[in-house]
């Protein structure tokens, strides 16, 4: 990547914008080859979830993420540049696509501020192919036209463009020109019944024939499970009884319909607001359907050459008082079934990233991890990262962990789609982004859900080793829809 040294303060006008702009496609003429010109500003605070709503366009795809609880939040939208993979070699190809972007990319402005220059996000779907008719495909990167983040009390905000050599330049300017106004003074949308200026869809709440309904009270929702999940588990129990694997994670799909069409930012909103630890996120393919979800488990990220990841494994509910949450705690800690569960999750983290010669640095001992709803055994892992390792390079080693496949990896996850009886799509997915300095974040793609329209595929799983019981597992997944029902329903 390129960065030029240009002060969009003293250069703040429509003439120097196009001047630069002329540089650009210069340089693109030069190469025979688009440049990707990225311009970051750093903006008054700005929440990016309301700037995603307040211009938000069913039509466009976007991504967003957040942490609540450490004031970090990414939103990006619209397509500058993107790039679909599919296959074992999903990640390397990835890897090209964002190399292969930033040789060619020309930054200008605030550039080394938190979340500046140009951000790859990124979307894997568990398997390396997925099913026809998926909503996502088995990868997918893009290069959003502008993106807003926050980190802490700064805002920065990045517009990014492809300069072709015959790139028409009054054009480009008058856009970048209006993007820079509208973040330096940005006004949010507000609207009881629309976002963005885009009116909400909406569909009469008819009956199977067709006709309105009468004065009966009608249901706020309908759900549909898909297959028989105890049965599923003792079918699991027995295959691990014979040998053919240590653990199997195996996920619920319940069909939901509402009265009115869900707003997935809406949604989104609700979940950021009751699980603020969590990673509340938002993927939308631009046709319709978005994946949604408040993920409790990051898979990796890379900051300043660090690289952390994270063993998240075993589960028990909270309690309705302080000593109540204690001994179900102390329970869990003391339970020989999950600390088992735990290690394979962990052992498993420890050997793929070892192959990479990795200097692991992690506790001898699980802690616990609480959330809204639950708490689970957690081991964080750290290691220094080498200039010949990479993020992706990490990920393809991590994805899937056993918290979300299985142990052997590859023995169990060749059974999940028969026993669950679903595609899983981007459930248990890897999420997230890349910045142009190497560093970058990628959580797990669970507490989901799949929204389009007024229907809804949720998910929630849950590991499966010997010693679990079908009900049990059962009743952990009724605590893990909540979260999303709840949200749904709000």
Sequence with gaps: MTILPLSLAENSSPDALRAFLAECREAARRDSRMKLVSISLAVDALDPLAVLESIFEPGE????????????????????????????????AVQQFVDDTLAHTIAVGDVTAPFGGPHFFAAFAFHDEVEPGEPFPA???????WQVARAGDVTTAVANVPVAPDADLDALTARLWHAHGKFRDFTYATCDSDVGGVPSPRIPNLRGDGTPPTSEVQPAFHAHETGDYRAAVARALGRIAGGEFQKIVLARAQDVTVRQPLHPLRVLN?????YPDCYAFSLSNGCGQSFIGASPERLVRVSQGVLETEALAGSAPRGAGASEDAALAAGLLASEKDLREHRLVLDSIVRRLESLGLQLEFAAKPGVRRLANVQHLHTPVRAVLPDSVRLLDALTRLHPTPAVGGSPREAAVAHIRELEGFPRGLYAGALGWLNARGGGEFFVGIRSALVDGAAARVFAGAGIVAGSVPENEFAETELKFKALLDALLQ
């Design 61 to 92: 795809p976007h991504f967003y993420a957040e942490r609540p609880g450490i004031g970090s939040a990414l939103a990006g939208a619209e397509v500058a540049l993107a790039h679909e993979a599919h296959g074992p070699g999903r990640f390397a």
């Design 270 to 274: 609700g979940l950021r607001q009751r």
């Design 139 to 145: 990868a997918r990167v893009f290069v959003p036209r």
